[in-house]
């Protein structure tokens, strides 16, 4: 029997990509939502660091929350799917993090001098910027607020620790300007999870240098409730 109801289903990258794992799902849960005709409140899009959110433990009190990460997930091919997974959905209101996956390539590209090679970094960040700007252009224009997450600091046993997390914060600095131009909010988790070196994942609140555990989690709900506080009494 074919299914009746008229919506996205963007079906399989042009080549195998992390996004494919969680496509039927996905299909199947955007059209459970579409169906019903209930307003979704909320949309947690990103990487696995969305994806093993429980997220209605920590927001279910603010409507309708959904959960569209997926582990491993990267800029470029988020805002493939950002269309299905968050824009036909019509939420109230998006929060995304997405990037760190980005980085991992330039493990790879290291010079002699131990630092990454700066044409890859670059060209790195240019692929984050034509993505993060993909998705707040198609918010914009439907007028939904999307607010974008800073990258998370990494820690413990990570190779390359200090070299990921320096670029890290040029990418959390490229986020900050593109929330200032584009009118919306920057959810600084970062600021929150770091130790005082400015850079660092505090000890103790992540499965392994990457993931945030119970104490993770719950800190960065401590950062974003209020916002969400202010933003649903309006």
Not at 162 to 183: C, H, K, S, T
Not at 191 to 210: A, H, M, P, W, Y
Request: proline content about 4%.
């Amino acid at each position: 029997m074919q299914d009746q109801l008229n919506y996205i289903k963007p079906g399989r990258y042009k080549k195998p990509v992390d996004a494919d794992s969680r496509r039927d799902e996905f299909d199947l849960k955007n059209g459970e939502i579409l169906y019903s005709g209930r307003p979704v409140d909320i949309i947690f899009t990103g990487d696995s660091i969305t994806h093993f959110m429980e997220a209605n433990l920590y927001y279910g009190r603010f409507g309708l929350v959904l959960n569209r990460g997926i582990g491993g997930e990267v800029a470029d091919i988020l805002a493939w799917r950002f269309h299905a997974d968050v824009t036909q959905l019509h939420p109230r209101l998006c929060i995304l993090m997405v990037g760190v996956n980005n980085i991992w390539e330039l493990d790879n590209k290291i010079s002699k001098k131990g630092a990454y090679d700066r044409r890859a970094a670059n060209k790195v960040l240019a692929l984050l910027e034509k993505s993060y700007r993909s998705m707040l252009e198609e918010a914009k224009e439907n007028n939904f607020p999307l607010w974008m997450c800073s990258c998370l600091p990494t820690g413990e046993a990570l190779p390359n620790l200090d070299l990921r997390n320096r670029f890290i914060v040029e990418i959390n600095q490229m986020i900050q300007g593109l929330v200032a131009e584009y009118g919306t909010k920057y959810v600084d988790y970062h600021s929150r999870l770091v130790k005082e070196d400015g850079i660092t994942l505090q000890d103790g609140i992540s499965r392994e240098g990457c993931h945030p555990n119970y104490k993770g989690y719950t800190m960065m709900s401590e950062v974003l409730t209020p916002m969400l506080e202010e933003f649903f009494q309006k």
